[in-house]
């Protein structure tokens, strides 16, 4: 008689309280388990996946030792955090991920009390877990703050402001700080994982302790020299060193992927009376899954995809992406101008910029996660007579808006900006979409700002911006394929502040900003079949405005309507003002404005998106039309 298989653990596990009923030799078939979960899932809804699978055996230890949802748990950035989502409630759910109505692929606060703190930029999980950590002692609660972030997200400034103020905290901080890429420690191995036991143990950490208070009372001269000597032999063998520095007591290295190594050192930390403490675990991206493990960038983010074979399902063709569009005719304008140079933040390709790279290294900068420095540093060699394009997604541009006013626009230097994911971004979310960028920038003074149509218009547009030597300029461009046209084989200068019309009309104008002019079109094919004669004009750009297209198209049309993929503020408020300058707005003339709501809106196909925001052909035509019947309704109330 066969025996029946036992229940795989993983069915047993609801939550962290259930994880921790396990017995510590059950971990491992727990981890494997959960491997094993999250490949399944995201080969069948797409997502982050190398990222994940190096943190399966650090997350299980993690809610293992320490008592989450008390101790607060912040994942840097979030893209690791899916096995976290199905330790913590919700297995059920996980095969919605980033879709409409699913989970996020982030962490969300509305999600789940395990979720303290959402997060979808990066090395924010310092300063979150060091809130939490004071804000506990304050109030004499129980619970720490835990941050664990990788070390990409170690490379922004933020990181370290959070841990040069982390002292107040004590024990009720530990920050883990995920090692899968840097070399950085020395080898992981026996003797290191001894170490990282011993050094977190209560004995050494009260000897430790001991020692400073007996020094302290000595000259300081001798305490000074005492200090820098257990400093440097711990550091001969541990490392840590500049942890040490920024106040820090540092643990590891230690082995990411072995329960045995870690669940020991954290609960040392966990029970330990000095702080904050640092622990350095070294992991493996794509961990336990080959074709992963193979990857160059370790599967970081993937379409749904075969779990057998690893086989990405491939979209169907088409045209070429944006971020190479621009990335490929940067790298072809380049080849005749040696002053251009491409600058992007740990997205080279996201924005395109690998394919510059590869033509032209040597003028290619990667600055890791660091849009602040990324601004400035393009704003010097700027400056000094270079052409930097400085190519940042529109939502992470918005963390160095204090560089883009002060460094760039207040001295006009010539800084390009290519802002990538501009508009609605699907599946990331609002922590991702584009939505600010034509509001922020146009309002400040000195800078251009230009918004493609199409792949033909970005090519236009980077050109333009290539040759633009008298202040800053801005191009933005959404994520996604282009609409198909033909690329030009030689570039167009734009007239800056030029727009276009693509389509004469009497009755209508739709002024368009960006890729909505293909839905603007449709909306006037709808129009003129209702016998209503539409203009619909590509604006180009945000500013300077084209204010005499504008002013002509208001005095020879009944109603206009600015369509936008971008919050309140940017092209509609900018139209309305000239509009109320020029006095445009005292003959009755109907103006709408369509623009993104005002909501943080959810992730979703990006399709649904734009639905939602109620900025597709359908949604122009009876905004239209309700502005005719609104001014019907009103001639015939002044007849009568």
């Given at each position: 008689?066969?025996?029946r298989?036992a229940?795989p653990?993983l069915?047993t596990?609801d939550?962290?309280?259930?994880?921790?009923?396990l017995?510590?030799g059950?971990l491992r078939?727990l981890?494997?388990?959960?491997?094993a979960?999250?490949i399944d899932?995201v080969?069948s809804t797409g997502g982050?996946?190398?990222?994940g699978?190096?943190?399966v055996?650090?997350t299980?230890?993690i809610?293992?030792?320490?008592d989450?949802?008390n101790?607060?748990l912040?994942?840097?950035?979030?893209?690791?955090?899916?096995p976290?989502k199905i330790?913590?409630g919700?297995?059920?759910?996980?095969?919605?991920?980033?879709?409409?109505?699913?989970l996020?692929?982030?962490?969300?606060?509305?999600?789940?009390?395990?979720?303290?703190?959402?997060?979808?930029?990066?090395s924010?999980?310092?300063s979150?877990?060091?809130?939490f950590a004071?804000?506990?002692?304050l109030?004499?609660a129980r619970?720490?703050?835990?941050a664990?972030?990788g070390?990409?997200a170690?490379s922004?400034?933020?990181a370290?402001?959070?841990?040069?103020n982390?002292?107040?905290?004590?024990?009720r901080?530990?920050?883990?700080?995920?090692?899968n890429?840097?070399?950085?420690?020395?080898?992981v191995?026996?003797l290191?994982a001894?170490?990282?036991r011993?050094?977190?143990?209560?004995?050494?950490l009260?000897?430790?302790?001991?020692?400073k208070?007996?020094t302290a009372?000595i000259?300081?001269?001798?305490?000074?020299g005492?200090?820098?000597?257990?400093?440097?032999?711990r550091?001969?063998?541990?490392?840590?060193?500049?942890?040490?520095?920024l106040?820090f007591?540092?643990?590891g290295?230690i082995?990411?992927h072995?329960l045995d190594?870690?669940?020991?050192?954290?609960?040392?930390?966990r029970?330990?009376?000095q702080?904050?403490?640092l622990?350095h675990?070294?992991?493996k991206?794509?961990?336990g899954?080959?074709?992963?493990?193979?990857?160059?960038?370790?599967y970081h983010?993937v379409q749904?995809?075969?779990?057998?074979?690893g086989?990405q399902?491939?979209?169907?063709?088409?045209?070429?992406?944006?971020?190479?569009?621009f990335?490929e005719?940067?790298?072809?304008?380049?080849?005749?101008?040696?002053r251009?140079?491409a600058?992007t933040a740990?997205?080279?390709?996201g924005?395109?910029?690998?394919?510059?790279?590869?033509a032209h290294p040597e003028?290619?900068f990667d600055?890791?996660?660091a849009?602040?420095?990324a601004?400035t540093f393009a704003?010097g060699?700027?400056?000094q007579?270079?052409?930097?394009?400085?190519?940042?997604y529109?939502?992470?541009?918005?963390?160095?808006?204090d560089?883009?006013v002060?460094?760039v626009a207040?001295?006009n230097?010539?800084v390009?900006f290519?802002?990538?994911?501009?508009?609605?971004?699907?599946?990331?979310g609002?922590?991702?979409?584009?939505?600010?960028?034509v509001?922020?920038?146009?309002?400040?003074?000195?800078?251009?700002?230009?918004a493609?149509?199409?792949?033909a218009?970005?090519v236009?547009m980077?050109?333009?911006?290539a040759?633009?030597?008298?202040?800053?300029?801005?191009l933005?461009?959404?994520?996604?394929?282009?609409t198909?046209?033909?690329?030009p084989?030689?570039p167009q200068?734009?007239e800056?502040g030029k727009g276009?019309?693509v389509?004469?009309g009497?009755?209508?104008a739709i002024?368009?900003?960006?890729?909505?002019?293909?839905?603007a079109l449709?909306?006037a094919?709808q129009?003129?079949?209702?016998?209503?004669s539409?203009?619909?004009?590509d604006?180009r750009?945000?500013k300077p405005?084209d204010?005499a297209?504008?002013?002509?198209?208001?005095?020879?049309h009944?109603?206009?309507?600015?369509?936008?993929?971008g919050?309140?503020?940017?092209?509609?408020?900018?139209?309305?003002?000239?509009a109320s300058?020029a006095?445009?707005?005292?003959?009755?003339l109907?103006?709408?404005t369509m623009?993104?709501?005002?909501?943080?809106?959810?992730?979703?196909d990006p399709?649904?998106?734009?639905d939602e925001a109620?900025?597709n052909a359908?949604?122009?035509v009876?905004?239209v039309l309700?502005?005719l019947?609104?001014?019907?309704?009103?001639?015939?109330e002044?007849?009568?």
């Amino acid at each position: 008689m066969s025996q029946r298989p036992a229940t795989p653990l993983l069915d047993t596990v609801d939550t962290p309280d259930d994880l921790r009923k396990l017995e510590r030799g059950q971990l491992r078939q727990l981890a494997d388990e959960l491997r094993a979960e999250m490949i399944d899932a995201v080969g069948s809804t797409g997502g982050h996946l190398g990222s994940g699978l190096g943190v399966v055996e650090l997350t299980t230890a993690i809610h293992y030792v320490f008592d989450t949802p008390n101790d607060k748990l912040v994942w840097d950035v979030g893209h690791q955090a899916y096995p976290h989502k199905i330790l913590t409630g919700r297995r059920d759910r996980i095969r919605t991920l980033r879709q409409g109505g699913g989970l996020s692929g982030f962490t969300k606060r509305s999600e789940s009390d395990y979720d303290p703190f959402g997060a979808a930029h990066s090395s924010t999980s310092i300063s979150a877990a060091l809130g939490f950590a004071v804000a506990n002692k304050l109030k004499g609660a129980r619970g720490r703050g835990i941050a664990v972030i990788g070390d990409g997200a170690m490379s922004a400034g933020m990181a370290y402001e959070a841990m040069n103020n982390a002292e107040q905290a004590g024990n009720r901080l530990v920050v883990i700080l995920n090692d899968n890429d840097m070399s950085i420690a020395p080898p992981v191995g026996g003797l290191s994982a001894y170490l990282a036991r011993m050094v977190s143990s209560s004995e050494y950490l009260g000897l430790r302790s001991l020692a400073k208070r007996l020094t302290a009372k000595i000259s300081r001269r001798l305490n000074h020299g005492l200090e820098k000597a257990e400093e440097f032999t711990r550091g001969m063998v541990t490392g840590g060193t500049l942890f040490e520095e920024l106040g820090f007591y540092y643990v590891g290295p230690i082995d990411g992927h072995n329960l045995d190594h870690l669940i020991p050192v954290l609960e040392n930390v966990r029970d330990s009376e000095q702080g904050p403490i640092l622990v350095h675990v070294v992991t493996k991206k794509g961990k336990g899954y080959a074709p992963a493990e193979d990857s160059a960038d370790k599967y970081h983010g993937v379409q749904k995809f075969d779990v057998i074979t690893g086989e990405q399902k491939k979209s169907a063709g088409g045209p070429p992406a944006y971020q190479n569009v621009f990335g490929e005719t940067l790298a072809k304008l380049a080849e005749t101008d040696d002053r251009i140079c491409a600058i992007t933040a740990a997205m080279p390709s996201g924005t395109g910029v690998d394919k510059f790279a590869k033509a032209h290294p040597e003028r290619a900068f990667d600055v890791g996660i660091a849009e602040q420095h990324a601004v400035t540093f393009a704003a010097g060699l700027a400056a000094q007579g270079m052409r930097p394009f400085c190519a940042i997604y529109s939502t992470f541009l918005q963390r160095a808006y204090d560089q883009v006013v002060h460094d760039v626009a207040i001295q006009n230097l010539p800084v390009r900006f290519a802002i990538d994911r501009a508009g609605l971004v699907g599946a990331d979310g609002c922590t991702h979409a584009g939505s600010f960028d034509v509001t922020y920038l146009a309002t400040l003074p000195n800078l251009v700002v230009m918004a493609a149509a199409d792949e033909a218009e970005l090519v236009h547009m980077t050109y333009t911006a290539a040759e633009h030597d008298s202040g800053p300029i801005a191009l933005r461009y959404p994520r996604g394929n282009g609409t198909g046209v033909a690329l030009p084989e030689v570039p167009q200068l734009l007239e800056i502040g030029k727009g276009r019309v693509v389509r004469e009309g009497s009755k209508v104008a739709i002024l368009s900003l960006g890729t909505r002019l293909a839905e603007a079109l449709k909306a006037a094919d709808q129009l003129e079949a209702k016998g209503l004669s539409t203009t619909v004009a590509d604006l180009r750009f945000a500013k300077p405005l084209d204010t005499a297209l504008i002013d002509r198209l208001m005095r020879g049309h009944e109603v206009v309507v600015t369509v936008e993929e971008g919050a309140i503020g940017g092209l509609g408020a900018h139209v309305l003002t000239h509009a109320s300058d020029a006095g445009l707005l005292d003959n009755g003339l109907k103006i709408r404005t369509m623009r993104l709501p005002d909501v943080f809106q959810d992730h979703d196909d990006p399709a649904k998106q734009y639905d939602e925001a109620r900025l597709n052909a359908p949604h122009i035509v009876d905004t239209v039309l309700a502005a005719l019947r609104h001014n019907s309704a009103g001639v015939e109330e002044a007849r009568a």
